[in-house]
C-alpha cells in the first residue's frame, strides 16, 4: 500500500501529528449499565461491545451528552498501531464512514422538526447504521421514522417520543438487528422484515397487534430479547430455524407461547407473572422444517423461570420434555413453581 492510504481503523492517514491511532468507543456499540444524576451532573457506565470493557462518562446536565468526558475506565476503545493493510470483519474496534448517530443531546437541535428533518434527511442515503436518541424530552413529539434505507443493516431507536414507526421490504429490505427502547405506547408500529436476525425490545406498554405479524415474517430470527414488553398479551408464536434465544424478562401480560425453534438454547420467562396458558414447542413447521437436516439433534434448553408464575400445564411441558432443563427455578423463593401457581389461584 502507498503511504497516502488512511488506516483501516481510524480512517487517518498515518503521517506526523497521526503517528498513533485512536478508535473512540462507538455510541452504537453501547450498552448503558448504571446511570446516577445530580443537580447539575450526569454520570454513567458503560459497557463497549466492540473492545468488551467498561467506562465511565459525566456531562453536564444542561448542556447535554455533547459534553460528555470519560472519567474512569477505558480511555479509547483502540489506542495502537495504524493497520493500512486489512482488518477482520469481527473486529468492530474502528471508526465507519456508513454509520449515522442522531442525538438531540449532541448533534441535533432539541426541536421536533429539527429531529424530523435530520431523520427525513437520510431518505435514500447509503448508510448501514443508524442511531437515533432523544431521552424524551418534552419539545420533541410525534417523530416519524417510515424513511426509505435500503443499505441499513442495523437500526437502534433510543427514548424518542415517535407516533409511527414502518420498516418493511420496500424502505429498509436489508435490516437485520433492530433495537427499540422507550416506544410511546400510542405510537404506530409495522414492522415486516424478512431479513432481521436480531430484535430487542426494552420498555413497552403500548398494543401488540404488530408482534405476531413481525414473528410471522422474521423466519431468518435468530435471538429474541425483551424487558419490560408490557403490552404484550395472549399468545406469541415463534416460528425460526435459526432461533436460538428467547428473552420475555418481565413480559408481564403474556399467557402462552407457540415455537417452533429445533436450535433454541435458552428460554427466559423471568418475571412474566401471567403465564397461565400454555406453552407448545413445535416439532414441525410448513416450509421451515423441511429445510433443516434429516440427522439434526435438536440441544439442551436452558428455561429459566425465577419470579415467574407458570401454570401446571406448562410446567408438565417443561418436565416432560427431555430437551429442557430449568435453571434457577426456585433460587429468589418458591415463585415461578406450580405449587406457588396453584397457591395463587386458590387466593383469588
Known sequence: ???????????????????????????YHLEQHESCFSMGECEAKY??????????????????????????????????????EHLVERDLRRIRNDVVVLDTGVNVEKTSAK????????????????????????TVKSIRFNISMVQLVDLQLMDVQFSEIILDQTRTPNLQELFLHNVPEDCRMEILLPTLKKFKMFYYQGPDSWINPMLECAKQLETFETYKLQGAQG???????????INLHRAECLDSLVVYAPRLEKLSLQACYSMGGRLTFLKTYPGLSEEMPENHEPPVCEVTITNAMVSPAIMRTLKNNPKCRI??????????????????????
Not at 235 to 245: E, I, R
Not at 327 to 348: A, K
Request: glycine share 10%; hydrophobic share 30%; net charge positive.
Open 327 to 348: 435453571v434457577n427455578e426456585d433460587s429468589q423463593g418458591p415463585l415461578g413453581s406450580e405449587q406457588f401457581f396453584n397457591l395463587f389461584h386458590r387466593m383469588m
Open 115 to 138: 429531529l424530523q428533518e435530520a431523520i427525513d434527511s437520510l431518505n435514500n442515503t447509503g448508510n448501514a447504521i443508524l442511531k437515533i436518541s432523544d431521552g424524551f424530552n418534552e
Open 235 to 245: 399468545c406469541l408464536k415463534f416460528a425460526s430455524n435459526f432461533l436460538t434465544k
Open 47 to 84: 459497557f463497549c461491545k466492540a473492545c468488551d470493557s467498561e467506562f465511565t462518562r459525566r456531562w453536564n446536565r444542561k448542556q447535554g451528552l455533547g459534553t460528555a468526558k470519560i472519567v474512569g475506565g477505558k480511555m479509547w476503545c483502540f489506542k495502537g498501531t495504524h493497520n493500512t
Open 1 to 27: 500500500m502507498g503511504s497516502n492510504a488512511p488506516c483501516k481503523r481510524c480512517l487517518v492517514i498515518p503521517g506526523p501529528g497521526h503517528e498513533k491511532c485512536y478508535v473512540p468507543h462507538p455510541e
